[in-house]
């Protein structure tokens, strides 16, 4: 599972639907909430942790244009390689974020230790837990 630390710096609210902007490490991530429980309760200010899996983080070069408003370039710190899937971690501000991706998207992306690339996660899949 991947975590960071963040501040909720805005909620826009639309019936039960939250979109929650957050900043972790002087970057804005984005995430969609349902508030239908105390434990969705959030305000601007408040601190909290992203929480989300790694099977949720894709890769991309970092020319690459994509739709998902969390989108950020890292520098490849670590490949494990597996017989069908690779496990890459990226350097985040000094947190490792953790992406599966098959072996042949490894292969076709070219990624090596050292390379820049832009990662993503829909905002939809990052979870938020009160610190």
Not at 14 to 24: G, K, Q, R, T
Not at 51 to 58: D, G, L, N, S, Y
Not at 81 to 96: C, Q, S
Request: aromatic share 8%; proline share 1%; with cysteine.
């Amino acid at each position: 599972m991947n975590i960071l630390k963040a501040t909720i710096v805005s909620i826009k609210q639309v019936d039960e639907l939250m979109l929650i902007f957050l900043d972790a490490e002087g970057i804005i991530f984005n995430s969609l909430v349902l508030k239908n429980s105390p434990e969705n309760e959030f305000e601007v200010g408040m601190c909290v942790h992203l929480i989300f899996k790694e099977t949720e983080v894709a890769l991309a070069t970092k020319e690459s244009i994509v739709s998902e408003r969390n989108g950020f370039i890292s520098k490849i710190t670590h490949i494990q390689n597996g017989k069908l899937l690779a496990n890459i971690t990226l350097d985040f501000f000094d947190n490792g974020i953790n992406a599966v991706i098959t072996k042949g998207a490894l292969h076709g992306l070219k990624c090596k230790v050292g390379d820049e690339f832009r990662w993503f996660v829909k905002a939809n899949e990052v979870t938020l837990q009160r610190i």
